[in-house]
């Protein structure tokens, strides 16, 4: 565990949509990270005003990398930093990677469910990364699925590698879309809702570890549905994004 | 001072004095938690303290809501770095909960429904320092706030008021609980910046 503040330098950058960007950040002394585990990022104005926030590793990496995915805030204050302004050659102070409890473990071979509300998929892609990076541990044989609601196409993260990652008969993506259907879909756009949640999902018999990630009232709502629908408590874990957002 | 980042200027929000080091205000109340809130219902709610030599003292909601009832105005500081100013909850004091409570230890324990646990020293829950808090702000606390009640601990880090608290175990040398266990400080002082090991 890393707790004090290093310098980081970033040395790439990628858009994943018209608001986010990914990040990747090189911390000397690093040894890897656990997926599902988060930053803090500390930016200091010239005139010594400093704001922290905290963003998810995307990345399951084995050395001194890693990357965040951030996306704008209407009303953030690093966020918009992040996106818009920093650029390759910068240098942030960072604070981890930290988090021992929203993450998983690759020699876990229970079968996996990820839920992702919108931006909420970031550390859920550091789990499906770490389960195909890992052809050694017994996690490696765990079947994958990943429920995505999200706005719209133009708003999915990681989309080419998502497809990549689904061509694995372990792996499987389904799209939830709120507001606009793809090109040619003959599903229109809605929100998630309970019956399709049971169906999407993998079913309670067959014991998954859930990982749910995304606003508030999203991961309220779907934590809720699944324990209705038999699945243990004690299996569900959760991150949640702070402030007001949208249930599912 | 750090890493200047050019061109960033930050909020400019004002130097409030009541907010700790690397914490910033929030008119929100975000919620952090580790799983599915647990829904317990008041008539199925209770309260024990369980000292380090077995015995237990137990309320029912009926009997937690006679006893004496504070109003507390505090600031709430979480370890993601929010801090949200003059907060009103309404709750039974730990002073009053312990009135009747024979014990030499020094440590707490709180378990809550669903299975959260957090370590809290007893002098940090005595002496007008820790409620059992039931309203927020005028209304019955909600679930996904920790309701029916939660311990409020105000001068440490929000997760060391564990929600949905159900009892404090009384032991006689610290232990972690969970977000200790996963990272987490042991003692939590926001204005020490207590937040990871």
Redesign the interface.
Known sequence: ?R?G?N?AEVISVKSETRQARTLRLRLPGLTGHRAGQHV?V?????D???????YSVASALPGDELDITVEELDDG?VSP?LVR??AVG????V??P?????VWDPSDASPVQLIAGGSGVVPLMAMLRAHAADGTDAGYAAPFRLLYSVRGPDSVFYRAELAELAASPLVEVTFIYTRTSPPGSSTPPGRLDAATLATSVLPPTDNPAVFICGA?AFV?TV??W??QAGHS??R???E?Y???GTRP | ????????????RRDDPALPP?Q?L?E?F??????????IAPEDWEFTITTETGAVHRWNWDEFLALKQDDVTTDIHCV???SKLGTSWRGVSLDTLFESVESEAEFTMAHSY??YTTNVPLEDLLDGKAWIAHQFDGETLEP?HGGPARLLVPHLYFWKSAKWVTGLEMLRQDEPG??E???YHMYGDPWREE???
């Open positions: 565990m707790t503040w310098v803090d500390r930016l200091t104005a010239p010594g005003y400093t704001a922290v926030r905290s204050e930093y302004q920093v910068d240098q942030l102070e604070r981890g930290v988090g021992g409890w929203f508030t309220e934590a809720d699944l324990t408590p004690a569900i874990k959760t949640r702070g402030g007001t | 001072m750090g890493i200047i980042s050019p061109g960033f200027l930050g909020r400019r690397g910033y929030t929100s975000p919620v952090l938690s580790a799983g599915p809130t647990p829904r993601t770095s929010w669903g299975g996904e969970f977000w266990s996963n990272g937040r990871y090991w």
